[in-house]
């Protein structure tokens, strides 16, 4: 795993400049670093050795060196892509993966990422044709960010190497309502838009081709059709297989590494199937790792991990830490480089960091609620359909009435739930789903910015099908991409850890669209046939457990102590900036504090918002 940078421009790129963009990502990559540098063009990286750590230097380049290549990610097939193009003449210098993309280009030109299968973000520069390539994985495990202005293209692995270019602005988009609006509501601004005016992200799958001052994009793989079609839950056999099959391959393809691996286990059923396959497949403990928060037991998942640990025999270190969410927004914001409202990164940060003194790569069971339909809100979708008959200004009064009741900061609060499912069903099918997962909803962000819903109109658009096949679609487009992945990204980088997910899997995504939908989500029963495909790993007990994400009882730890909440928020600086109504917000941080609402989402978005422009705009970054 890496960090990579580059730039192609009108006149000479130097080494300094460069060096200055790589230096500011050392933390993706603390094992080397390399080089290119060919007048108007200059490519780096920052090396975590994960496969060849004695070889495989990077910038690579092909037999005659007119070719380089800087790549970040793992190619976990590239052991028969590697005999195929030996066999078609290529010769090879390391024993490495990322050699093979090169010889890949040579043979196959634009199409090269098609035949990767892994996580990756690519830069490749053919000195010949004088053109430059950028390209992602499908699901976007790896980040690509770049600025053109003309005749000019830089990339980064992060915003924050890319700021380092003289060439690229450092202003905030944040002054268009309609974007902070998408802020406020997504938690994260959709790609291929940032934060910063100017930088786009590539986007999943994406293809760059740049060549004389001109960007064109592509994409070379779509989501995989899922399909609506259901089928009898009583023949699944061969279903079950199929998965169990799929899995197995994904996740030993995923344990190729020359260094240390263990994974991450929360005592959930993705992690806990992940960790059960490894264990039949290595010949000694598997390292696992999980965290635990002081201050709420309804958001503690330990136990759980640590009675998977006891049952699967893993080697299994169980942390437990006390509140400090505080304490992290600033590191949280800078790895991040924009603002980032799941609160879920402090402790996926906390849990990498303390495993990367373990390990160098940790399994995950990301994805799992993704392809198979993990969470309740997809039963919910399904369930307001089946409530169609209820009129919905019944739905909005019943809204109105919980509404009134007081808000504990539990997980599994019922008057919170109760409130967001009858808002929800009180709307189209497209903007129930989205109500259940944004945090601002169209009246807070009208408060807070006076704005139209454009987050709304954006969820919309994107969900092409009017039904559960539609929904699962629109959120691997979304969520997946722009929220979990992002975290999981910046979280394991900033610890120098490799994070993988045999769920993101191509190949198994392809395998398990096209399954029966209410295979995947039957009746009340999420995961149905995920949990099917576990029974022969794990007991039933474990299974079928309840639902629990993966996060920290930060409306409780708010509502302990929410003096840094208004220090920041309702700060003279924050004020200033004439982003938001400084009524609303004094308003939603009095009811959290009273206990009358758990405004914990909203406060902490709006915390990452106010920090970001002190750590990137006020002062100017760069």
Known sequence: MCGICGAIQTDTVTETLLRTMNDTIHHRGPDGEGYYLCENVGLAMRRLAIIDV???EQPLYNENQSIALVF????????????????KGHVFRTDGDGETIIHLYEEYGRDFPKYLRGQFAVGLWDNNKRELFLTRDRYGQKPIYYYHNGETLIFASEIKALLKHPAVPCESAFDDPAMLALYLSYGYIPAPDTAFKGIKALMPAGLLHFRDGTVETDIYWQIPHITDETADTENIAHYVEMVQDALQEATKLRLIADVPLGAFLSGGLDSSLIVALMQQMTNQQVKTFSIGFAGDDSFDESPYAKEVADYLDTDHIAFTVEPQAMDLLQKLVWHHD????????????????LTREHVTVALTGDGGDEQFAGYDRFYAATLVKKLGMIPKPLWKMAASTIGLLPEGTGYYNRVKRAGRF????????ALAYF???????AEMVKSLVNSADTAGQHFEAVLERDSLAGILTANQATYLPDDLLIKADRCSMAASLEARAPFLDHKLAEIAAPMPINLKLNGSTTKYLLKEAARDYLPDHIIDRKKHGFG??????????ISPVKDLLLSETSRQRKLLNSETVQTLITEHESG?????????????????????IDESYA
């Open 338 to 353: 924009q603002p980032f409202a799941d609160s879920s990164a402090i402790p996926t940060f906390l849990v990498s960091q």
């Open 552 to 561: 920290v009882p930060l409306g409780a730890w708010l509502r302990k102590d």
């Open 596 to 616: 009358q609402r758990d405004h914990n989402r909203i406060l902490w978005t709006l915390l990452t918002l106010e920090q970001w422009h002190r750590e990137f």
């Open 422 to 429: 009858a808002r929800g069903a009180a709307q189209s099918l």
């Open 435 to 441: 109500d259940w997962v944004r945090i601002a909803n």
């Open 72 to 87: 970040n990610g793992e190619i976990y097939n590239y052991q028969v892509l590697r005999q195929d193009l030996i066999a």
């Open 54 to 56: 004695g070889g495989s």
